[in-house]
């Protein structure tokens, strides 16, 4: 027997506690999942929308740059470079957040690329006079491309998180289907462990009844089972022995009273 048991009471509990093992751990399982799942989509969320902000506040600081740069050029107003200078720093600080994000090459190139734009820009304005011919170059094209690339970015983990979410979907079916069957499949055998002992007793306790002590009474199972099935076995050769002394005196006695017999059928014989 696989599970050795002092009592059929223990069996049951044994297969029931397993099988409600088996089931907890799929929901558990299950639930685990779920949160693996709801984390990484909050994830992908809160990422997308940091991008999608961070990408709107560099065409708003790219804008107030160009403005800043084109009026302190025109004006040589000392104030409107310290305007500059905050609006520079704001720039940078939303670069470096949206780096931060863990993007693809392209947005960090792109990123790049206008961080050193705005640098050399920005020394070409601290260094311009009023007969220097500079132009500020135009730093909402390059902002306006990351914004698109930002975009594209978004887009691809959306999708990305859409294929996890079926894939994990998937495969929770998949774990949840087996451990399901193995729980009825748990069932089943202890089902199978403790109706076998007990249709073995049914079937002992009919042999006796029948009269038929020739085979003797084997009962596995739990302990008690195999007590009971070793009580059955010494009943049965008890019956047997008894069967047997009946079955001599019934022989004795048949002997004993065919001689009498034998003697008044000769002599009611001679009577007549």
Not at 81 to 86: A, G, P, S
Request: aromatic share 6%.
């Amino acid at each position: 027997m696989l599970f050795r048991t002092r009592s059929i009471l223990q069996l049951t509990i044994l297969g029931f506690l397993a099988v409600t093992a088996l089931l907890i751990s799929a929901l558990f399982i299950s639930a685990r999942h779920l949160d693996t799942l709801t984390m990484s989509g909050q994830q992908t969320v809160n990422q997308s929308a940091n991008a999608m902000r961070a990408s709107r506040e560099l065409i708003e600081h790219s804008g107030a740059l160009e403005r800043s740069a084109r009026q302190f050029l025109i004006l040589r107003d000392p104030a409107l470079l310290e305007v500059y200078d905050d609006r520079r720093v704001a720039l940078h600080e939303t670069l470096r957040q949206l780096l931060a994000l863990g993007n693809d090459p392209a947005i960090s190139e792109q990123a790049g690329a206008l961080r050193d734009i705005e640098s050399q820009a920005y020394q070409e304005l601290n260094a311009a006079t009023s007969e220097t011919d500079f132009e500020y170059p135009r730093l909402l094209e390059p902002a306006y491309e990351l914004t698109r690339l930002t975009s594209a970015w978004v887009d691809a983990r959306a999708a990305q998180l859409l294929d996890q979410t079926a894939n994990s979907q998937r495969a929770l079916n998949i774990r949840t289907l087996w451990l399901v069957c193995t729980a009825l499949l748990l069932a089943v055998l202890f089902v199978a462990l403790i109706t076998r002992p007990l249709q073995r007793l049914d079937s002992a306790i009919k042999n006796l009844g029948r009269g038929e002590y020739q085979d003797r009474v084997r009962i596995g199972g739990p302990s008690d089972l195999q007590l009971l099935g070793s009580r059955l076995d010494w009943l049965r050769d008890r019956l047997q022995q008894l069967e047997q002394q009946r079955s001599e005196f019934l022989r004795h006695v048949s002997h004993e009273l065919k001689t009498p017999l034998a003697a008044m059928q000769e002599s009611a014989a001679l009577m007549a």
